[in-house]
Each structure stands twice: as structure tokens, then as C-alpha cells.
């Protein structure tokens, strides 16, 4: 039991009408551009975590145990 073909349909009529097909296609191109720009940065980010790999780079710290009283 799921949705239909023709009460998609209709959903889609009713935004068309709702916002115009100006203002959707506006409201797609920004959400292919956020979905581009995040997927971008996800690929420098990737990038960055490599190289840093590679060149061998080591965080320093000191590990503390929590008392568990």
C-alpha cells in the first residue's frame, strides 16, 4: 500500500500551482548547486586527510584515562 502514480500526480499539480514553475526551477538549480558545492568539498576534505597521510604527519598527544567513580 503506497502512493500511486496519479496522487503523485496530483501532489505535483498542486505545487506547480502552488509556486510556480519560475520559482521551482529556481529552487532546484540552488539545490544542485548546494548538493555540487558539498559534494566538492567533501572531495578537498578527502583531499587533505590523504596527503596528510602520506607525508606522514602525527598528532601529538596525551591520552588520560577518566575516573569511573
Known amino acids: 500500500m503506497g502512493i500511486s502514480i496519479w496522487q503523485l500526480v496530483i501532489i505535483l499539480a498542486i505545487v506547480v500551482l502552488l509556486f ?10 540552488d539545490l544542485g548547486g548546494a548538493i555540487k558545492n558539498f559534494k566538492k568539498a567533501v572531495g578537498e576534505g578527502e583531499a587533505e586527510a590523504a596527503a596528510g597521510k602520506k607525508d606522514g604527519n602525527v598528532i601529538e598527544g596525551k591520552v588520560e584515562e577518566k575516573d569511573r567513580t
Do not use: F, S, V
Open 20 to 29: 510556480g514553475t519560475k520559482k521551482l526551477r529556481n529552487m532546484g538549480g
